[in-house]
């Protein structure tokens, strides 16, 4: 199993994207580590409030993912430089200040990956 430092894996969140949308939130990020694929969505978690797979779109590449359809058996690529989107819905979670956020996906060659960061919506 590959280990990726947390330090490196924050450089994936683009900082200043998370928006407040209606009965959600939205953020970017852009893979700057090198090719890989994304083989499940675990979990969002803005401030206090986690969304489910269920909860969550990944739009990256000209397609619209719903979370809980990315699997080991049906992963994304998420190439070097390539840009996506994580719009999660169904609960108001941004607040006004800052904002704890932790991404928690799947990956083929490092298993569970954990992204944490604040950001200032």
Do not use: H, W
């Not at 700057?32 to 969002?44: A, D, E, H, K, Q």
């Not at 401030?47 to 909860?55: G, M």
């Amino acid at each position: 199993m590959v280990v990726v430092p947390e330090f490196l894996i924050r450089r994936v969140y683009k900082k200043g994207s998370l928006k407040k949308i209606e009965n959600g939130a939205s953020l970017d990020l852009k893979n700057v580590l090198g090719p890989g694929f994304i083989s499940g969505f675990n979990y969002v978690k803005i401030n206090e409030i986690v969304f489910e797979p269920k909860d969550v779109k990944f739009i990256t590449a000209g397609q619209e993912l719903a979370g809980d359809s990315v699997s080991e058996a049906n992963p994304v690529a998420f190439r070097l430089n390539q840009e996506g989107t994580l719009v999660m819905q169904g609960k108001d979670c941004v607040v006004e200040g800052k904002n704890k956020i932790v991404i928690e996906v799947m990956n083929p060659e490092a298993g569970k990956v954990q992204l944490t960061v604040e950001d200032i919506a």
